[in-house]
Nanobody, 129 residues
């Protein structure tokens, strides 16, 4: 059973930065697919980014709305996933969720993929104008 815990959310002004962290436990698979999703009030949950790692390979994908501003990274030794968010905009305001998809291929691991089946409790990000 994979357990995910997010942290690092908060309130910032537009143009600011935040770094979200996700601690994963019970994730013992040799290949890892991790992702970040977000859900704003009244809106559907959307994929933000994903990262697939296996051996020395790391493949990332991003939603168009965050490309060039957000960066996902992973520390397999510490079982941590990070989301560095820069140049934040008010439309980035949402609850952000860490997600995991064990035992999937690299082709199935992408931002917003339906293969994610383990979820954290979420961390709130609020960006004011």
């Amino acid at each position: 059973q994979v357990h995910l815990v997010e942290s690092g959310g908060g309130s910032v002004q537009a143009g600011g930065s935040l770094r979200l962290s996700c601690a994963a436990s019970g994730y013992t698979y040799s290949s890892k697919c991790m992702g970040w999703f977000r859900q704003a009030p009244g809106k559907e949950r959307e994929g933000v980014t994903s990262i697939y790692t296996y051996g020395g390979i790391s493949i990332t994908s991003y939603a168009d709305s965050v490309k060039g501003r957000f960066t996902i990274s992973q520390d397999n030794a510490q079982n941590m996933v990070y989301l560095e968010m820069n140049s934040l905009k008010p439309e980035d305001t949402a609850m952000y969720y860490c997600a995991a998809a064990p035992s999937v291929s690299s082709g199935d691991c992408y931002s917003g993929s339906p293969v994610f089946r383990y979820w954290g409790q979420g961390t709130q990000v609020t960006v004011s104008s």
